[in-house]
């Protein structure tokens, strides 16, 4: 008889609480720090985007100032005749960055479940860490200003930190079941919001300095947290003799039931079995699934679709905040850092709780849609805040709420539960391929955006972006009605081809 779904729950929660060691606190901790890491470096180059801009174009001067000579010499770092030029250059990068990323983050994946998940993260946070440095540190030592060359070192990065997030999310999937997941989940995915406040305030305590010295602090501190990592994470709990998720599964309906995804629809019944894409194999290490199998399963290629438009306003954020802020208002670059940071504090708060909600009410897909509702009446608010610090770091924590935990809760705790649904079962390895497949859809939809973002800007100017921005969640919205009818398909035809079995 089927136990009803209410009672199955309790038992799954206090597991979450039983089954918790000083392992999974050590790798909650060095999974989200690794992460932290490797944004605040991301973080860094958007915070001295102003101080970059005015290295790489003239300083303005009366017609009477004497010109210096030689002009090769004193003029060597002007890249750019204007701060448009320069401007438009630095969201090309960003798009640069965002695509070698998102390419990244599907080899990454594939690569991750293939290979000690240990040392991919360690040698991308090591290896990226001396590609930072040398873009903005030794570059500016050795006064060397090439736009090829920095592009070149901007791909090389884009593909070396995309090792971080597939890594650190199977890491957590193979350590953490479904019991609490969303809460688990959205408190760990506030490592890229912690990243980000930790690169604005190393970048605007360093910055006074010279731009170069925020690179070389955040490069130094990356690189030194990849070391650790080598030294210290554990990938799995067979690594120290506990059993993994699943493994004891058949002995009560309620573990059989704990890495199923919450995004489907509860009226099928819980006792039907999905049907496997795997053969059954005897072997202890279970294989990881292909590419093309991957994207197969419900939810994966739709949630992927509809993440790129929410990743693409997340990143502008992450991206432009600081230059917006400091353009638009005339503030200073370092007090615009500061202020940028309060973006990413509502992202962290709003990923918590919506991580929690969406526990508590067993589906995901409903706190998704009234947050993002709520995203669009945020976003219209924003592009009208007053030249207020106050007031505008109100409406800005507001928005990183109702767009920042929705971005977290996808890349994160819905990733984990695409990964580890029925029709994978026994194979954890899955869980980075899937990872890689969602966030590197999302990456290509950021990084075409960071580009349109400076051409909008450019030629209509702020309000037309925050104009697009909400065009893009609304579409995101579109997007995820058919997410949840194609994962809902999904799941009965493995129930049909169950029974014709």
């Known amino acids: ?126 290896s990226s860490a001396l590609v930072v440095f040398s873009f903005g540190t030794l570059t500016e030592w050795l006064h060397f200003y090439n736009k090829w060359f920095y592009c070149c070192l901007w791909v090389v990065n884009g593909l070396l930190q995309s090792t971080g997030w597939p890594c650190v999310v199977a890491v957590m999937g193979n350590w953490f079941g479904k019991a609490g997941r969303g809460f688990v989940f959205g408190l760990w995915s506030a490592c890229a919001s912690v990243g980000n406040i930790l690169g604005a305030f190393l970048a605007s305590c360093v910055l006074k300095y010279g731009y170069e010295y925020a690179f070389l602090v955040t490069a130094s501190v990356q690189f030194a947290g990849g070391v650790i990592v080598f030294f210290g994470l554990l990938t799995s709990p067979k690594e120290v003799g506990l059993p993994e998720l699943g493994a004891d599964e058949d002995e009560a309906s309620v573990e059989e039931d704990a890495n199923r995804p919450l995004m489907g629809n509860d009226d099928v019944d819980d006792d039907d079995q999905n049907y496997s894409i795997q053969a059954t194999d005897n072997d202890n290490q279970p294989k990881a699934i292909g590419f093309f199998q991957a994207c197969c399963l419900p939810g994966v290629v739709l949630y992927s679709l509809a993440y790129a438009c929410l990743k693409l306003v997340n990143y502008s954020f992450f991206f432009w905040l600081p230059f917006y802020l400091s353009s638009n208002f005339g503030w200073k670059e370092a007090e615009a850092d500061q202020l940028s940071i309060w973006y990413d504090v509502g992202g962290i708060i709003g990923g918590t ?149």
């Open 1 to 126: 008889m089927a136990v009803p779904g209410g009672l199955r729950r309790q038992p799954a929660n206090r597991g979450l609480v039983s089954h918790c060691t000083h392992h999974h606190i050590v790798v909650f901790l060095l999974t989200f720090f690794s992460y932290s890491l490797l944004h605040a470096s991301r973080k860094t180059f958007s915070n001295v985007k102003v101080s970059i801009s005015s290295q790489w174009t003239p300083s303005p001067r009366n017609s009477t100032a004497p010109e210096l000579q030689p002009y090769e010499l004193w003029n060597s770092s002007h890249l750019f005749q204007n701060a448009e030029e320069a401007t438009l250059f630095l969201g090309t990068l960003d798009t640069i960055f965002l695509f070698s990323y998102a390419v990244g983050l599907f080899v990454s994946g594939i690569v991750g479940d293939r290979l000690n998940l240990r040392w991919v993260l360690s040698f991308g946070m090591c």
């Open 353 to 501: 709780i919506q991580g929690l909600i969406s526990d508590v009410l067993q589906k995901r897909a409903p706190v998704l849609a009234v947050s993002l509702l709520f995203a669009v009446g945020s976003l219209f608010g924003y592009s009208r805040s007053p030249n207020s610090k106050p007031i505008n770091a109100v409406i800005m924590a507001i928005t990183g709420f109702f767009i920042g935990g929705p971005s977290n809760m996808i890349s994160s705790a819905i990733s984990a539960d695409l990964g580890r649904q029925d029709l994978v079962k026994g194979s954890s390895e899955a869980l980075a391929t899937v990872t890689g497949i969602v966030d590197g859809t999302g990456s290509i939809g950021a990084a075409v955006g960071q580009y349109l973002v400076s051409l909008i800007q450019e030629n209509l100017g702020w309000m037309w972006v925050f104009y697009f921005f909400i065009l893009m969640v609304r579409n995101h919205l579109f997007r995820k009605f058919f997410v949840e009818a194609q994962f809902a398909m999904g799941c009965f035809c493995g129930n049909m081809r169950t029974v014709t079995s």
